[in-house]
């Protein structure tokens, strides 16, 4: 079993930062791909961006400049750094890591609960 819980959001206003953090635990023999994932109220899940196990990293067009993903591997955390935020970033952010189990060494994709950030005035 693997949990996946997000910490860090809260409501900023217009132009502020924020950090999310996710950390992973449980039977855990490695973790491939690890991102963040949104939903904002009435819209789809969109992809925020993704880091791979070296570091490589991809970012969604409205992000870009603006956050920056990064992880630590021997903790197995990834985190989001949110910088100029805007109202339209407003959404439940979740983390998501590909993990291989430790045990039956099968990998599949987890996922965090979601933590919700508003920007607003």
């Known amino acids: 079993q693997v949990q996946l819980v997000e910490s860090g959001g809260g409501l900023v206003q217009p132009g502020g930062s924020l950090r999310l953090s996710c950390a992973a635990s449980g039977s855990i023999g490695g973790i491939n791909d690890m991102g963040w994932y949104r939903q904002a109220p009435g819209k789809q899940r969109e992809l925020v961006g993704t880091i791979s196990r070296g570091g490589g990293t991809y970012y969604t067009d409205s992000v870009k400049g603006r956050f920056t993903i990064s992880r630590d591997n021997a903790k197995n955390m990834v985190f989001l750094q949110m910088n100029t935020l805007n109202p339209e970033d407003t959404a439940v952010y979740s983390c998501?890591?590909?993990?291989?189990?430790?045990?039956?060494?099968?990998?599949?994709?987890?996922w965090g609960q979601g933590t919700q950030v508003t920007v607003s005035s």
């Open positions: 998501y890591a590909f993990v291989i189990d430790g045990q039956t060494w099968r990998g599949s994709n987890y």
